[in-house]
């Protein structure tokens, strides 16, 4: 359900062209790998001078023409002001995406932050960022996804009240 959801939330289709960032070790490298192969499309794999060279980053996503990435905040940070990605679809998550990053990229295309601890299959909440969004909103579930907050005593706590995530 977690690859039909997301090839379904991100448009990804076997025309896509995928870019992976995430090396193999990490949770996040299984958004770029199973549902890009699961639906025909192209995965583009970095070399490791590109993946830690923004400017040779950027090269490599415009000359394979790269549709959907999958980019940390703290690289998004770092890129230069006017960089143009051309990318249809920028998830980004695992830490907080500053909200000039939010500003410049949203506006270039779908911009989303996703959110999942290791534990669940690498996310459990999304959210499209529009300019100007509070960048510390988890979103909403995915499919087949419940979050709640509760107290200590595991009772839901209101809107705005501090507590514990529990994703099912």
């Known amino acids: 359900h977690f690859m039909a959801w997301y090839q379904a939330h991100v448009g990804l289709d076997s025309h896509s062209r995928v870019l992976q960032f995430s090396t193999i070790g990490f949770d996040a490298s299984l958004l770029d790998i199973l549902p890009t ?43 230069p002001r006017d960089v143009h990605l051309g990318l249809q679809h920028l998830i980004t998550g695992g830490d907080v995406c500053e909200p000039g990053v939010i500003a410049r990229l949203a506006g270039q295309c779908h911009l989303h932050n996703i959110y999942g601890p290791t534990e ?49």
Do not use: W
């Open 37 to 79: 192969f699961a639906c025909g499309a192209l995965l583009v794999l970095p070399s490791e001078e590109q993946r830690r060279d923004p400017v040779q980053l950027i090269r490599l996503i415009h000359r394979q023409e790269v549709t959907h990435a999958f980019l940390p905040p703290a690289l998004l940070s770092i890129l």
């Open 120 to 168: 669940t299959t690498v996310l459990a909440t999304t959210r499209v960022f529009a300019e100007g969004d509070n960048n510390r909103n988890l979103g909403l579930p995915i499919a087949n996804t419940q979050v709640l907050i509760l107290d200590e005593h595991l009772h839901p706590v209101p809107e705005h009240t501090p507590g514990e995530l529990y994703i099912a």
